[in-house]
């Protein structure tokens, strides 16, 4: 059974970056796409970026494009998602989520705990 676990979260001043990481246990990511979403208090979950199995299709939302960048740290076999330039409305908390079908517009099967980020001065 596959089990993801963020980190990386926490508080930042405007402005500034952090990277988020998604690790895996009981299995390895490289077969799923994998997600990162937010969810803000009082709102949708929405997602931010998805990255296919194969690594050659790569989503971000509008909201986030130029400034997130998700990748495959194959050393590590983590997914990362880098985040600069971030603004106050980024703050939530920040999901991994795997698709057993590689493609990234699937069902999300796996979702990890959830890593909080705050974005204040």
């Known amino acids: 059974q596959l089990q993801l676990v963020e980190s990386g979260g926490g508080l930042v001043q405007p402005g500034g970056s952090l990277r988020l990481s998604c690790a895996a246990s009981g299995s390895t990511l490289e077969h799923y796409a994998i997600g990162w979403f937010r969810q803000a208090p009082g709102k949708e979950r929405e997602a931010v970026s998805v990255?296919?199995?194969?690594?050659?299709?790569?989503y971000h939302a509008d909201s986030v494009k130029g400034r997130f960048t998700i990748s495959r740290d194959s050393a590590a076999k983590t997914v990362p998602l880098q985040m600069t330039s971030l603004k106050p409305q980024s703050t939530a908390v920040y999901y991994c989520a795997a698709d057993p079908s590689g493609w990234g517009t699937g069902e999300f099967d796996y979702w990890g705990q959830g890593t909080q980020v705050t974005v204040s001065s």
């Open positions: 990255i296919s199995s194969s690594d050659d299709i790569t």
